[in-house]
């Protein structure tokens, strides 16, 4: 069976158990701030299980991409050391939800015996998997949790299996938790010996399940949702339950193909095969550590896996960068990099090599990255350039060192030049010299403490006040309205204290889509609270409040929206479609949305495009959407089913999860229309104006255009046009203040250029006086001086020339120019040589601290400028005592 039929007869098994086979959620997540990637099937049905939502359906099974690169989970520098960890996987799950909108449509909810039922029914009916071959486990219970042993689970699976074959696992295994609080219950492993009938003849399959063998394997984790772990540690029941299975595909592909490894499954084997044809190596699976090939037969692993992790991930719309979610794509990448620089032997980018291969394997499954396959292998490839560029930088600088390297040293290079310790080691041990490695690993635990210390945020559990209420959003026709509030709960950051809350009825826009949070105020009591801002955890709405009634017991409050405020904002999101749309005629269908910012000041609009958007293109981007504006076109916003919006050609966004239902936003059936959530003007002509502040390079392949639109935009015109008439009343009004302004340029140029003629022979005149004032110092021809030039570059030029009509020199010039001190020093080389000296040593040690600046330069010459003049004198006498006392 290859991979895909697979995966296809996992969907048709649970469709004939009545199951809808939904989509993967995005690989990156948006609305959870304990989250940066999904990292288990479950997390994008968190809600159901807490009963914050309602499932449009009790029964479902998908494939999740998932990514585990931290954490308890996983670590990022084991992946491709062994054969069965990944950085981003699939998980195929099926799920049942107790408290569905739609149960009856499917037959309702299940719970143990159908989730173990049908675990055993596909893996020995469907998949065939050898039953003298599997093992479960099952939860055995927890005095200090109050937990009782799982006894239905036990009483299901020995229905199919004999008890000798059922083991019992304590918390860590068998209790399966989605974080420090959430959603938890007991669950029930599958573990599948893969070992030969000789190994398992000699040594009893059982004694090896959870024991790190790397034949016998969990596939198949059934979690039984039951409580919700709350921040005091207690485990509260959950008010219905439900259903969470993972089954880890790459493991089962690999037991259902035979294989010792998940590389060598046809999951991976296309893109090794590919990156052996690039790189001219062999992979050879069957290397061991000690084996001379093996840190190469890593390096295929290693790229085999990462580069599934870095294309979906940009393919779901997160760029690689410095910080938090993008911070880690690009580690992720360059750990690649540096091990087929390293390893391979490969000195240019490869990886982007590979994306097209890989999307159309994903093809079917993942389509969103075949849609997008040029701009994501564009986006690695640029990343690849700078990243090895860096590597050569870092090669350079470790050339020249010729100490020890010290754990700070290390940690800089890694830091700010992104040079691996590895790497440092490598070209360390070669050159003879050692690394601090636990200075380095002190130096990072400084980081990370620093960083924890930054971000850290204690929340309290909620306190709920109205537990039947449900939460509604309003906000798109109200924005003020009696309400009441259904929970609240502290939080602290930074020492600081402040409250969230959630509201039933709720005019407050929570940020999303780009779109920012709303403000405003919460009236209690004839009390005002101010609101700091709104935004979603997964589907949650949470209000930020700056405080808080102590002893609040529920009742009715008044919850205001900043108008004004809003009014802004929704101008500009209004603005951002009319621009999507523009540039989409303008530029070309390629254009697609890659990041989007909606404030009350300004639109940000992040899109694809491979080149600088041309003035002359931006002014009929900008014409196009005045002109939509002027026509004064209505807004119409209509929900239908997701099908038939895309069939009206809808924009729908990458790495956006959409439901079936969607909220389509339309401005001319034939100009704009777009799936969106955020608020709209109920006509273009609300917008006034529109006007293009900048266009500028984020990343490869991706301009960013800001923009304003109504009163901003009115505001930044009459700004600019300000401006002009001050450079007008400054040029004393001319006609023409352009051309006033080249003239100004062209008669500069020329006073530049005479005093550049002068200068020069002054030079000269300068050059024959200081050639005076040549004293012998040490078998050394000292000239010393303070000059009067008007550059440091006249400076430079002037001590070169000195020394020029010299043998056996040292010069040392200083200026005063416009205020700072700047110092040249010329060494000849003879003098290098004979006297051991050196001018840029001379002018760091000597120069630069009593000048209170900075410089460099070379053996011979050597430059600095700084603050204090007055120590021009001292600077002299120093280098002259220096050159007394040298050898
Ligand atoms: N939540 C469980 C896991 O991630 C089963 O899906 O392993």
Redesign the pocket.
Known sequence: MTSSEIRQKFFDFFSSKAHTIVPSAPIVVKNDPTLLFTN???NQFKDFFLGNKTAPYSRVADTQKCLRVSGKHNDLEEVGVDTYHHTMFE?L?NWSFGNAANSDSDTGGYFKKEAIAWSWELLTEVYKIDKDRLYVTVFEGDQQEGLERDEESFREWKKYISEDRILNGGKKDNF?E?GDTGPCGP?TEIHVDCRSDEERAAVDGKTLVNADHPQVIEIW???FMQFNRLNDGTLQKLSANHV???MGFERLVRVLQGKQSNYDTDIFSGTIEETEKITGKKYNAAAKPDDEEWKQSVAFRVIADHIRAICFTIADGQLPSNTGAGYVIRRILRRAVRYYFTYLNYKHPLLHQLVLPLAVQFKYVFGELYDQAEFVAKVIKEEEESFLRTVDKGLAMLNDISENISGEDAFKLYDTYGFPLDLTKLIAAEKGLTVDESGFEAEMQKQKNRSRAAGEMETSDWVVVAPQALAEFVGYDVLEIRTEVIRYRKVKAKGQESYQVVLSANPFYAESGGQVGDTGKLVINGQEYQVTNTKKENDLVVVFVESFPADFKGGEIIAKVDASRRRRITRHHSATHLLHAALKQVLGAHVNQKGSLVTETQLRFDFSHFSKTEPDQLAQVEKLINRKIRANIPVVIREMPKEEALAMGATALFGEKYGDVVRVVIIDENYSVELCGGTHVGFTGDLGIFKIVSETAVAAGVRRIEAVAGCIAEAYINGQIGQLNDIRQALKNPKEPLKAIENLQRENSEIQKRLNNLEARQLVVLRNELLQKDEIVNQINFVADIVEVSSAESLKKLCVEVGSQLRDYVVMLCANINGRAFVALNIAETVNAAKNLDASKIIKEQVCTLIKGGGGGNKSLATAGGQEISQLKEAIAAVRSLLQTTE
Do not use: H, K, L, S
């Open positions: 288990a099937g479950m998980m799950g399966w989605m669950c984790n059934n979690v969470d299975t993972g």
